[in-house]
């Protein structure tokens, strides 16, 4: 469920949505005890350069989609326009952001070609905020990726 402060057209551009959740209460503790004295946020160093993260991206450029593969991502996607609890649907956007995402999923599991499950696991992390159903329009209902 969307409860967003930005509009709809910017709550798309936002790649992908992960849901962290709170920290325990030990983890809290620890938080209080590094930020005590100190902001540990200015001690922070990089950890790639421009040039590793440039060629990550030309890696993830390198990863195959098949044609099968492409056509699952544009069918999902208009799943999403055409399903009668969905008022507003997968944008061209979501759909590059789903390609893309499950190429970066497929290099970082050590293949050089992305497989439908690569798409699956990633749908609902793409999709989930940018998708606005009828009954959450009205009533806070439940989402279609759920």
Do not use: C, W
């Not at 009668?84 to 952001?97: D, H, T």
């Not at 995402?101 to 293949?111: E, F, V």
């Not at 606005?132 to 009533?139: D, E, G, L, Q």
Request: charge should be neutral.
């Amino acid at each position: 469920m969307v409860h967003s402060r930005f509009p709809e057209a910017q709550v798309d551009r936002f790649l992908i949505k992960i849901k962290l959740g709170y920290p325990t209460e030990e983890d809290d503790h620890v938080i209080l005890q590094r930020f005590r004295k100190t902001n540990v946020i200015d001690e922070l160093t990089s950890v790639i350069t421009t040039e590793e993260l440039i060629g990550l991206q030309k890696l993830r450029q390198e990863v195959t989609v098949d044609p099968d593969v492409e056509h699952y991502i544009v069918d999902l996607i208009h799943a999403t326009r055409a399903h009668p609890q969905v008022e507003l649907g997968g944008s061209p956007r979501a759909m590059l952001a789903l390609y893309r995402t499950s190429q970066a999923l497929a290099a970082l599991r050590g293949r050089s070609y992305v497989i439908p499950d690569d798409v699956k696991y990633l749908t609902p992390f793409v999709l989930e905020h940018r998708l606005i159903t009828r009954s959450r329009a009205t009533s806070g209902g439940s989402h279609p990726l759920r």
